[in-house]
């Protein structure tokens, strides 16, 4: 099997790290990583700083968000020396949609001979704001009352520009609005990475 590093990637409350758990589940020899681990170190930030613990803030925004993202990666880097495959559940929302930062993270795979596959998850906006509520979390409170809002701040559209047609791996589309899509997809996509 090919040496790879693979970020499952959407917006919120599309399935994300529920997607990236069971494949994970599913694929050998995978190491999980999850960048909302990481937030129990960025509140402790947000505390020695004597500020509000919102993830939404400017300081969090200056501060935290892109060193948690350093140190995910990192992690995954390092994580590859020792297993085949690493599986990052992050939304990497500025990532994705930066040629430049993607083209490095290809290029300093190769010094651990492994490739990158994206795996976007791919909701309805009614279904992921049906899972938003019923998960009934405190970071969701403003995204619920204020949906139009929040949904204009965010990117739904498919990174298509990420995907060669030549590489049958580097962009896997993860269909997740209804069960069928998903039982589909799931078999689908592990095929694919089983197989490449």
């Not at 970020?7 to 694929?27: M, W, Y």
């Not at 999980?32 to 509000?52: C, M, P, Q, R």
């Not at 589309?173 to 996509?189: A, H, L, T």
């Amino acid at each position: 099997m090919t040496k790879r590093l693979i970020l499952v990637t959407s917006p919120p409350a599309c399935g994300k790290t529920f997607i990236s758990k069971k494949l994970s589940e599913n694929l050998k020899h995978v190491v999980y990583l999850d960048k909302d681990t990481l937030i129990g170190l960025s509140n402790i930030i947000f505390d020695v700083a004597g500020e509000e613990r919102n993830r939404s803030s400017q300081f969090f925004e200056e501060h935290i968000r892109n060193a948690e993202y350093e140190v995910i990666v990192t992690l995954a880097l390092e994580a590859l020396q020792y297993d085949d495959i690493v599986l990052i559940n992050a939304p990497f929302s500025r990532e994705i949609r930066d040629l430049d930062y993607i083209n490095l993270l290809k290029e300093n795979l190769k010094k651990y001979n492994a490739r990158l596959t994206i795996v976007w998850v791919e909701t309805s906006l009614d279904v992921c704001k049906e899972r938003m509520i019923k998960r009934d979390s405190d970071r969701d409170t403003w995204k619920i009352e204020h949906w139009d809002e929040y949904i204009a701040t965010r990117d739904f559209s498919i990174p298509k520009y990420l995907d060669d047609t030549d590489i049958i791996d580097d962009l896997l589309i993860f269909k997740n609005s209804s069960d069928d899509e998903y039982e589909f997809s799931m078999q689908n996509i592990l095929s694919i990475i089983e197989n490449s």
